[in-house]
């Protein structure tokens, strides 16, 4: 089953404008993965935030977690072409850090 | 490193056949995750190792899948036999909790076709 649902399942955007995603569980975390998948490939990691942590930062990536609301938002600022792809978040429990249950994704085009 | 390697990328074969599929994980990762794609269920935990010990298999399908980890730098899933719904993306995945930034590296996957 699925902890994850991404919102919303598909964005198209303006090269140049930010995208937002966001995500929303359903259980206690430890900690919350966002991922990107180019199409026919596999996952690359983006960013883990810990359920400690509120605001993390990587390059144009920001990642926001509320745990009394249950979900999280992925940041994309300035986006390009390359940035085209479906992201998905993924959830780790206290129980179960290491085991990851992966949502639905988010398909984000980006044009030109 | 590599990376994940998975084989093979692509697979076809006939219903009722055995279909196995392999994965060497970057050296040093402490566990190993095996994952079935398709559009309808999207991205689903099949079994995980952690220390070439399965740890959870709840998420495999049927008796007809299992998984092996002889070593450190290998692992198995077969499908005996497969059936046209066993169609989809398999990946697997490699992590170490050591790793302060944490977080899966993923194979390219396998596409199996069943007919």
């Known amino acids: 089953s699925q902890q994850g649902e991404e919102d919303p399942q598909a964005l198209s955007i303006q090269e140049g404008e930010n995208a937002t995603m966001n995500c929303s569980y359903k259980t206690s975390i430890n900690n919350l993965q966002w991922y990107r998948q180019n199409s026919g490939r596999g996952l690359v990691h983006l960013i883990l935030i810990r359920s400690n942590e509120r605001e993390k930062h990587s390059g144009r990536l920001r990642v926001t977690l509320d745990t009394s609301k249950k979900s999280s938002s992925l940041l994309i600022t300035a986006s390009r072409a390359a940035d085209t792809a479906s992201y998905f978040c993924?959830?780790?429990?206290?129980?179960?850090?290491?085991?990851?249950?992966f949502g639905s994704g988010t398909r984000l085009s980006i044009r030109p | 490193d590599a990376g994940v390697i998975q084989s093979p990328r692509h697979e076809v074969t006939e219903m009722g056949q055995e279909v196995t599929l392999r994965c060497k994980p970057i050296s040093g990762h402490d566990y190993l995750f095996w994952y079935r794609q398709t559009m309808m269920r999207g991205l689903e935990l099949l079994i995980y190792f952690n220390n070439n010990v399965p740890i959870d298999d709840s998420g495999m399908p049927e008796d007809r899948f299992s998984a092996k980890m002889p070593n450190a730098s290998f692992s198995t899933l077969k499908i005996q036999p497969s059936e046209p719904r066993d169609s989809a993306v398999y990946f697997c995945a490699s992590s170490s909790l050591g790793d302060p930034n944490y977080g899966y590296t993923f194979g390219s996957g396998t596409r199996l076709t069943v007919v």
């Open positions: 993924a959830t780790g429990t206290y129980s179960s850090a290491s085991k990851i249950i």
